[in-house]
């Protein structure tokens, strides 16, 4: 392909792999083994939700669907990175390219907005514990899901249409999914839509709940840590790891490609497996449910021996 800019692109290299040739058996392994374990740990926590009707609260919804978000996030991904893996040459097609690139943005910024809408759920919960039943209903937690499953989406997608109208100069990605110059420049607007505006209002609230919960004492202050330290963990978590990201594919013709390749690996690879075990163990109500199902299962098994 001649390195000019053109509106007629048909294929675009994936050139983040290091050293496929030598290790792609490594690489399939690894990528699948992370996809069989992120689809399974993240469909069952949100299966044991929904069907345990001591988990129908608004909290643990917002959980549900932060962890569906990890699978489709996945789902939509991990399929053609595995078949790259497998292939002799890493190409997609641009139309496959402007996908990912939706996906990538559109679920990424989805996790923000579900993230704030947690934190909104806590203020609640903890700062106005009488008028929390009446104000967080069900259908206004329908309501707060379906914004931020449909604001980010229509975000990148009216970034997307503007930027498929314009010339691509590089035709060679450097990453193991496809993220294109023009597209970057469109990523900075949609990163500060969707991620620094609910960071923002994040901080603030969590802020909110830290001082009002210390003024009450010792007991408020223990509980506000306890219900909100996961959702801190995993905030801070994915914020980091989506800054590196964003900074690094700025800076990618003078960052060495191992560095590149690994930042890539750890936003798709670590944070969907990092969600289900920060709300899998390390959260009573939702762990409780997963120690029941291991003893049911070790009860069933001993029956069907004898």
Same mark, same amino acid.
């Given at each position: 392909l001649e390195n000019k800019c053109t509106h007629n692109v048909t294929y675009i290299i994936l050139d983040g792999y290091v050293d496929l040739e030598k290790y792609r058996a490594l690489y399939f392994v690894i990528f699948f083994s992370a996809f069989v374990v992120i689809i399974c740990s993240n469909s069952t &926590?949100?299966?044991?939700i929904l069907i345990?009707?001591?988990?129908?609260k608004p909290m643990y919804f917002f959980i549900a669907a932060l962890l569906l978000n990890s699978v489709l996030f996945s789902s939509a991904l991990y399929p053609k990175i595995l078949l790259?893996?497998?292939?002799?040459?890493?190409?997609?097609?641009?139309?496959?390219?402007?996908f990912q690139w939706w996906i990538f943005y559109a679920i990424g910024g989805a996790e923000f907005w579900l993230l704030m809408f947690m934190a909104l759920d806590r203020y609640l919960a &903890?700062?106005?514990?009488l008028q929390y039943p009446t104000i967080m209903t069900k259908s206004r937690v329908n309501v707060l899901l379906t914004v931020a499953w449909t604001v980010p989406g229509f975000q990148v997608a009216a970034s997307i249409s503007t930027a498929s109208q314009m010339k691509l100069c590089n035709f060679v990605s450097?990453?193991?999914i496809c993220n294109t110059t023009t597209h970057k420049l469109w990523g900075t607007f949609t990163l500060v839509n969707s991620a620094f505006v609910p960071m923002i209002f994040n901080c603030f609230t969590y802020i909110n709940i830290f001082i009002i919960a210390n003024r009450r004492g010792p007991e408020a202050r223990k509980k506000a840590m306890n219900t909100c330290l996961p959702h801190l963990v995993v905030l801070f978590n994915y914020f980091c790891l989506c800054s590196f990201d964003v900074l690094l594919s700025r800076v990618d013709g003078e960052f060495p490609k191992l560095g590149l390749f690994i930042i890539s690996v750890q936003l798709i690879l670590y944070h969907p497996l990092f969600n289900p075990f920060i709300y899998g163990l390390k959260m009573k109500k939702i762990s409780t449910?997963?120690?029941i199902g291991k003893h049911c299962i070790q009860l069933f098994a001993y029956l069907a021996m004898i």
């Open positions: &926590i949100v299966w044991l345990h009707k001591n988990l129908h790259d893996i497998l292939s002799e040459k890493q190409v997609v097609t641009y139309s496959t390219c402007l &903890i700062c106005k514990p450097r990453g193991i449910h997963f120690i």
